[in-house]
């Protein structure tokens, strides 16, 4: 086999030279952890969003958890969340004690339904967990405005959308608090890690706190000031990122606009190709955002495809492309069934949609004779004669 059969990913990371060599700066260093490319990092991070503090953390879903935490989510509260998602949106919610309730997506794009937001509300509502699902983000200007009638906090995991924008403001500044992972299939990475920005110095504070123990300096600023004494003053983790990490998150940012155009790029290729196979619909776009893609999720219409979409998948892996499926509505695992009773039918929109995603690779070494490998099998995989 050459290495036109190659196995193409869903997604890959992409690190050269000039990341290693910041990596080993740092590994050089005095300082391995709680060193000074953490704040450098954060700093670079929250000029990239436009906001005034960036918190950086050990992944994405510490930065979820932090989220949740400052966002003051107790025992007894609710927050409203959306079933289109990796689980650790909802975890969050839960690691606090506090109930997630479901609220259905909207078909064409597979975001939160802001209609179905408002439906979940109750006076135990405390916050709302959107989620910026393959990178396109959600409707902030409205989910803004229901979370004010309301007085609840708004959230935003942007995991899958930064680079993007929603009415030319940027991603990371759309909601009170909005989170990242640096993990490899994520846009950057810094091998594991996360952030959560926002323009809340309290919810700041309260965040580099609870990611040292619920400790109110941390292990710098004391031989800084050569005391060794030190206060708990609540109760956090140890969610810290390492400095050799925040100096390949460094050099990786530097990087991430060009992947987000190419990432863009490779989604018109498809786009364009799509235009032709009948049965195969890419979601739906608004015209009020730039899409970071995340991913490129395409729905299987089988009536008119030829084919399910468990079929494709299955033929496409058996020729070496990395198709995935995002994601299992979180409500339908066995967890969220068990703990919370959530049965099938709660979310009839992100059900339905769940038979038929496919995500198809993306990433931003992807060639576009590569792109032209993946619509050639997936025709194949529907029947089309090539
Ligand atoms: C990747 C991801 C997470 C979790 O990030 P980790 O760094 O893997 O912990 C959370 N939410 C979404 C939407 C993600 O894509």
Not at 166 to 171: C, I, T
Not at 309 to 319: G, H
């Amino acid at each position: 086999m050459g290495c036109e059969r190659a196995y193409i990913p869903y997604g890959r990371q992409n690190i050269d030279d000039d990341d290693i060599t910041g990596v080993i700066d740092v590994l050089k260093s005095d300082w391995l952890t709680t060193g000074p490319k953490i704040e450098e990092f954060e700093q670079a991070f929250a000029e990239f969003c436009g906001v005034s503090h960036a918190v950086a953390v050990c992944n994405g879903t510490a930065a979820l958890h932090c989220a949740a935490y400052a966002a003051g989510i107790q025992p007894g509260d609710e927050v409203v969340v959306t079933p289109m998602t990796f689980a650790a949106s909802v975890n969050c919610v839960v690691y606090l004690g506090a109930t997630p309730v479901f609220a259905d997506v909207e078909p064409d794009t597979l975001l939160i339904d802001p209609a179905e937001v408002e439906k979940k509300i109750t006076d135990r509502t405390r916050a709302i967990v959107a989620v910026d699902y393959a990178g396109q983000s959600c409707n902030y200007d409205t989910l803004r405005a229901i979370a004010d009638r309301h007085g609840l906090v708004l959230i935003a995991d942007a995991c899958h959308a930064i680079g993007g924008n929603y009415k030319s403001r940027l991603v990371g500044s759309l909601a009170d608090l909005s989170t990242f992972s640096f993990h490899p299939v994520k846009h950057m990475t810094t091998g594991e890690g996360g952030m959560v920005t926002t323009d809340n110095a309290r919810f700041a504070d309260q965040m580099r706190k609870f990611r040292n123990h619920g400790i109110s300096t941390d292990h710098r600023e004391r031989v800084d000031k050569g005391v060794w004494s030190y206060e708990m003053t609540d109760l956090g983790f140890n969610y810290r990122i390492t400095d050799f990490q925040c100096a390949l998150g460094l050099k990786q940012l530097g990087k991430l606009p060009e992947w987000v155009e190419r990432r863009q790029a490779i989604a018109q290729q498809y786009d364009r190709t799509l235009k032709t196979v009948s049965g195969v619909y890419p979601l739906s776009v608004r015209p009020d955002v730039s899409h970071a893609y995340h991913l490129y999720v395409v729905k299987i219409d089988s009536q008119m495809s030829g084919a399910g979409r468990d079929a494709v998948f299955e033929k496409m892996r058996n020729n070496n492309i990395g198709v995935n499926v995002h994601y299992i509505p979180v409500h339908l695992h066995p967890y969220y069934q068990e703990h919370f009773r959530t049965i099938e039918g709660l979310c009839p929109v992100a059900e339905a949609a769940f038979r038929q995603v496919l995500s198809l690779p993306m990433f931003p070494g992807l060639t576009c004779r590569e792109v032209d490998r993946v619509m050639d099998i997936l025709k194949k995989a529907l029947g089309n004669k090539l």
